[in-house]
């Protein structure tokens, strides 16, 4: 298992060092640099004084090797519209980033396995086939066009949710949390529920599979036989039994609902990283861009690692050995 | 074998042929919903390719349309006379042709992303199961590489990186897209390799290339097939979330993302209908196209097949 993580922690070094050379490639490479790194609004002196400060008249691989050390320093360059550095921008977003996408793993998972539960043992149930009908939607309705229509139902026609924002946020571990104050959470849920809705119909259809295969092998009959309780059977054996494939897929999919926020948070104007990338995007404030993904790359990769762990750990029979990842 | 015997067997396989074909229909019409689903996709598809002809007003053309009519609801008559079925959005141009087009483009460049994607993953795929080997390390290294990151990430990044405009998107769709097909033709490919008719062909002297894309490339199809179809829906989805964002398509191509982005700083003054219909039109498309290819994969699954 020590080895495992050793060998996995090392592939992952190896593949941020991999990601960071295409970001390098892309940005100085296919791009213009000066174009991309340097304010447009920057006088020929601030040019010159940038394009040595950054390398750019050496050699290519020389200007890796320092755009290495800056990144490694934690020096992602600075962002021309706030004129802070860039890395400090993404991460004061990150926690409202965060808070969003716990809040819709929770939403799509206190939903999802339930429902897949039942869907799964009633296969023929009208509740279940109406369960099945809403997930097979779930996958089809845009995200986005979804968080527009919860706008006009809840906070244009009802008037019961706020339509965008924050709203207020306490402090904990000197970071900021909406999820402690009722206007915080009025202000979370519908962002949270769009986000979740498309990781709802994932986790009904994954827990209704399982559910169905794991209710016709023999230690479900043998428990029943035994004399157990159907509850019981239910919630020791098959859910535990279901689990495995359940957490891999919460895990893998934590990481895109992080991506996915980029919309929730746009439609939304949720004050997270992804809105923060979307405004960077759109006033050419590239050097936040740049930084976005660096973190976003580390961020991935990290979650990737601890899935794999998780995976080992929780399953026995698959202890990965000498897979090089 | 000569001439006569070669007739011979060819005769009864003639035949055949049109069984396949007729089991397959006649699979596909056991749910009644994929059967609606496949009109409604049909419907959708004639709209798009119709809609020059069937569209009440040409909404590019700025002599049909009149600000005046701008934002009027549903049913509303326009200066000129004409009845807004579906409304008209902020430059009075009528929703209802606006979709038409739109859906054209959403289409387009839905299939057209997809085709091209399918194209460069089935030849990925394909040299990468044949070749084995280190290639085949390489080339499946890349995928997963790629497909550890979620699609609409690596599009807007790379959107972020070259610029709008519709061959940019395209190529998004397609970077984003390849690797699924990649890694489908190979493992199905992996399949094929093994089995008899394959290691006949070799006896045969044949040509490598020959026995690739006469001989394996036909049984890697149906697999195919399948991932294609719902690989459009992501596609069309994708597209509409990348141009809702402003990073997809330019204003002058409006796709149904970009009608309901413009929709969409109305929404809070109550005005609905420029949001709302491009959005369940855009839903109908990727909705029928989903249950068509749940559809396909039952009927295409071997494992399912009675």
């Known amino acids: 298992m020590g080895a495992y993580i050793i060998r996995r922690l090392a592939a992952s070094v190896v593949l941020l060092f991999v990601m960071s050379l295409l970001v390098f490639v892309g940005v100085y490479a296919i791009g213009n640099p000066v174009d991309l790194l340097i304010s447009p609004e920057a006088d020929q002196k601030e040019i010159a004084r940038v394009v040595a400060a950054l390398g750019l008249d050496k050699p290519l691989w020389e200007q890796y090797l320092i755009f290495l050390k800056q990144a490694l320093a934690g020096d992602l360059g600075r962002s021309f519209a706030f004129n802070t550095p860039a890395i400090e921008l993404i991460l004061q977003r990150m926690p409202a980033t965060m808070e969003l996408a716990l809040a819709a793993m929770a939403i799509a998972i206190v939903l999802g396995i339930p429902l897949g539960l039942y869907a799964g043992l009633k296969p023929d149930s009208v509740l279940a086939k109406a369960i099945m009908a809403g997930s097979i939607l779930g996958f089809s309705l845009p995200t986005f066009w979804v968080g527009l229509m919860l706008i006009m139902l809840f906070a244009v026609q009802l008037g019961w949710l706020p339509a965008s924002g924050r709203g207020a946020t306490t402090e904990l571990f000197g970071v900021q949390w909406s999820l402690f104050t009722l206007d915080g959470w009025r202000h979370l849920f519908m962002p949270a529920l769009n986000l979740a809705l498309f990781k709802l119909s994932l986790l009904i259809r994954l827990t209704r599979a399982g559910t169905r295969e794991a209710i016709l092998q023999d230690y479900v009959k043998f428990a029943r036989a035994k004399g157990l309780r159907m509850r019981r059977v239910i919630g020791l054996h098959v859910l535990k039994n279901i689990m495995i494939p359940i957490v891999t897929v919460i895990g893998l999919e934590f990481g895109s609902v992080v991506a996915f926020s980029i919309v929730t948070e746009t439609i939304f104007a949720w004050p997270g990283m992804g809105k923060l990338l979307i405004d960077s995007i759109n006033v050419l404030d590239r050097p936040v861009v740049v930084a976005y993904l660096l973190v976003i790359v580390a961020l991935f990769v990290f979650i990737n690692l601890l899935v794999d762990v998780l995976y080992s750990a929780l399953d026995p029979r698959v202890r990965v050995t000498g897979a090089p990842a | ?306």
């Open chain 2, 1 to 306: 074998m000569n001439v006569s015997d070669a007739l011979i067997e060819r005769a009864p396989a003639a035949a055949h042929v049109e069984a396949p074909l007729r089991r397959f229909v006649a699979m596909y019409a056991e749910s009644r919903i994929a059967v609606v689903a496949l009109v409604v996709l049909v419907g959708i598809l004639l709209c798009a390719v119709s809609a020059p002809l069937i569209s009440p007003q040409n909404p590019y053309d700025l002599a049909q349309i009149d600000i005046l009519d701008a934002r009027l609801p549903p049913g509303e008559k326009s200066a000129g006379g004409m009845t807004f079925v579906l409304g008209s959005d902020d430059q009075g141009r009528d929703m209802l042709s606006a979709i038409f087009y739109g859906l054209r483009i959403s289409l387009g460049v839905g299939i057209a992303a997809t085709v091209a994607a399918v194209g460069l993953g089935l030849g990925f795929g394909l040299i990468a199961a044949y070749a084995g080997g280190r290639v085949d390390a390489l080339i499946m290294r890349v995928v997963d590489l790629q497909l550890s990151f979620p699609a609409i990430l690596i599009a807007l990044v790379l959107l972020a990186v070259v610029g709008q405009g519709v061959d940019k998107i395209i190529i998004a769709l397609i970077t984003v897209q390849w690797a699924y097909y990649a890694r489908t033709v190979r493992s199905s490919a992996l399949v094929e390799r093994g089995k008899d008719y394959v290691e006949a062909a070799r006896c045969l002297r044949l040509s490598p290339a020959r026995i690739l894309f006469r001989h394996i490339l036909p049984n890697c199809l149906p697999p195919l097939i399948v991932v294609a179809t719902v690989q459009v829906a992501h596609a069309i989805a994708l597209e509409a979330t990348l141009s809702f964002l402003g990073l997809g398509l330019p204003i002058t191509q409006p796709s149904l993302g970009l009608l309901i982005s413009n929709g969409f700083s109305y929404l809070l003054s109550g005005k609905y209908w420029i949001s709302f219909y491009p959005g369940i039109a855009l839903l109908m498309t990727i909705m029928s196209i989903n249950l068509v290819a749940d559809q396909l994969r039952d009927v295409l699954n071997p494992r399912l097949s009675r």
